[in-house]
Nanobody, 125 residues
């Protein structure tokens, strides 16, 4: 599967932004999908994940209650709705897809075989 992330930009603290990740290739519903982010000088970090059917979602504590992950399997698209953005949310955001993931591994970047190119989100104070 090929992934292409989009929707990043420069916003002010408190604003909202929606990221999209368009998938092509093998049926999108075959994959567990997630968003990760990497801030300057830091390692790539888990943001949110959603199961293949969209029945379950998981969030890092830092975004829980502010971000919402969703997917449209028919449209082959993954989304990340980001509300109440903070300067510390500034990062390059990556979408990722993987197969045969289990619950205890969904936060691990190494478990995802496919990655989008990243989209930059900058939140000014």
């Amino acid at each position: 599967v090929q992934l292409q992330a989009s929707g990043g930009g420069l916003v002010q603290a408190g604003d909202s932004l929606r990221l999209s990740c368009a998938a092509s290739g093998r049926p999108f519903s075959s994959y567990t999908t997630a968003w990760f982010r990497q801030a300057p000088g830091k390692e790539r970090a888990f943001v949110a994940a959603i199961w293949r059917t969209g029945s379950n979602t998981y969030y890092s504590n830092s975004v829980k209650g502010r971000f919402t992950i969703s997917r449209d399997n028919a449209g082959n698209t993954l989304y990340l709705q980001m509300n109440s953005l903070k300067p510390e949310d500034t990062a390059v955001y990556y979408c990722a897809a993987g197969v045969n993931l289990i619950l205890c591994s969904i936060t691990s970047a190494s478990r995802y075989a496919y990655w989008g190119q990243g989209t930059l989100v900058t939140v000014s104070s």
